[in-house]
C-alpha cells in the first residue's frame, strides 16, 4: 500500500466550478501535511499547508481529519489558470524528516 | 533568481554508461534531496542529505549514490544506468527540521536511457 495515495483524475470541469481532491495516508505518525502544486513538466510549488482546524487561502480550502488520516483540498470558482497537479504531501520527522509525496491529482479547468 | 540550480536540463545515456547530476542551492538551506519522478508514481525520494556531511538512503536508492560537496551542493551519480532508470529527477533543498514544507526544487532533469 502506498503511504500517500490520491485519485490521479483526471477531473475536468468548466470554469466557475468548485471542485474537490481527497488524499490518505497510512503513516499514523505524519506530522504535518501539504498540498503542492505542479504544472507540466515543472517543478513542484508549494501551494498550501493543512492544519486540523482547516484552513483557506483565497479559493483554496483545506482540511485534515487525523482520526481518518485524510486530507482535502476544495477550490471554488475554478480557473483556466488552476489546471496542473495536485500533490498530496505528508511529512515524517521520524524518518528523518521527509517529504512523501503522493502520485498526484491532475485537474483540467475548461472554458 | 536565489533558488535551487540544476543541471544537465537533458540528458542521453546509453545503458551502462556513468553520469552526475548536479544541484546547488544559494538559500543557505541545511537540508538537500533528490527525487525521482515517474508517471502513476509521484516523486519517490532516492537520497538525502539532512546537513553537510551526512547522506541517507530514501526509498529507491538502489542504483545511485550521492555526494553532499558542500553545504551548497549535493550531487547524484549514477555508476550503470539502466533503462529503468528513465525518469525525471528533481534536487530540492529545505532548512531542515521543519514540518513547515518549504521545500524548495529545481527545475528538474529529464535523463533517458536508451
Known amino acids: 500500500r502506498k503511504e500517500v495515495e490520491q485519485d490521479p483524475g483526471p477531473f475536468n470541469v468548466p470554469e466557475g466550478a468548485t471542485v474537490a481532491f481527497n488524499c490518505t495516508y497510512s503513516?499514523?505518525?505524519?506530522?504535518?501535511f501539504f498540498w503542492y502544486r505542479q504544472d507540466c513538466r515543472k517543478e513542484p510549488k508549494l501551494l498550501m499547508s493543512?492544519?486540523?482546524s482547516g484552513n483557506e487561502d483565497g479559493r483554496f480550502t483545506a482540511q485534515l481529519n487525523r482520526a481518518s488520516q485524510y486530507i482535502s483540498l476544495l477550490i471554488r470558482d475554478s480557473k483556466l489558470s488552476d489546471s496542473a497537479t495536485y500533490l498530496c504531501v505528508v511529512y515524517l520527522y521520524n524518518q528523518g524528516g521527509k517529504l512523501i509525496f503522493g502520485q498526484g491529482t491532475e485537474l483540467s479547468v475548461k472554458p | 533568481n536565489a533558488g535551487v540550480t540544476q543541471t544537465p536540463k537533458f540528458q542521453v545515456l546509453k545503458t551502462g554508461q556513468s553520469m552526475t547530476l548536479q544541484c546547488a542551492q544559494d538559500m543557505n538551506h541545511n537540508s538537500m534531496y533528490w527525487y525521482r519522478q515517474d508517471p502513476g508514481m509521484g516523486l519517490r525520494l532516492i537520497y538525502y542529505s539532512a546537513s553537510e556531511g551526512t547522506t541517507d538512503k530514501g526509498e529507491v536508492p538502489n542504483g545511485y549514490n550521492v555526494s553532499r560537496l558542500n553545504k551548497r551542493e549535493f550531487s547524484l551519480r549514477l555508476e550503470s544506468a539502466a533503462p529503468s532508470q528513465t525518469s525525471v529527477y528533481f534536487c530540492?533543498?529545505?532548512?531542515?527540521?521543519?514540518?513547515?514544507?518549504?521545500?524548495?526544487f529545481g527545475s528538474g532533469t529529464r535523463l533517458t536511457v536508451v
Open positions: 503513516n499514523s505518525a505524519s506530522q504535518s
Open positions: 530540492a533543498s529545505s532548512e531542515g527540521g521543519t514540518a513547515t514544507g518549504g521545500y524548495t
Open positions: 493543512v492544519y486540523s
